[in-house]
């Protein structure tokens, strides 16, 4: 199973704890804080894994590649915290009183987070790992605009570049292990 679609399973798994946690407030059987409560740990749990699930297929990517055993380097989830999490859903129930469509909006915000975590460590990953040296992106089954651009027509960025993402993205890293790439310098604006 290749990481994009181990990627895509940790979403739909992720999307339907959110639900059945929605599902199970919706008949009572949970208040809306421990509702909050549990979706936030479910988020948070996926996010995890998806950590996990970057750092061990980095380890994978590179073996295959070079032939050599590179262990995984125990990358950590940064930037979701509990508390974080909890006001964000906080806010979609907010919207939900407010008339918004909640399921929708809990499963964009349910799987997110997992893909953005597992962007961010796969890119801290081949930062700091000694057999890299780019990457290039690799899209999603169905890119949008801004994912094309940033492509760059199969560029190969230096791996110290951490790949830009957005809400929703699903693009990957593809490993590049060449011996010299150029770095990125930044444009010069003319007057």
Known sequence: MSYQSSLSKLRESTNA???EAWRVYGL????K???????AALILQANGKAVALADLSLSAELYRLTGETFAPLGVLPRGYDQPRLQRGVETLLVDFEAGEDIDARLIRFASNAPLGAATDAYSTGISQS???EGYVR???SD???????WWREGRVWPKDQPMPHHKGC???HRVVVVEKINSVEPRR???
């Open 17 to 19: 704890q959110v639900l």
């Open 189 to 191: 604006r003319k007057k």
């Open 138 to 140: 690799q899209m999603d």
């Open 28 to 31: 009572g059987r949970i208040t």
């Open 143 to 149: 890119p949008c605009q801004l994912c094309r651009w």
């Open 170 to 172: 699903a693009c990957t």
């Open 33 to 39: 804080a421990q509702f909050v409560q549990l979706a």
């Open 130 to 132: 000694t057999a890299v």
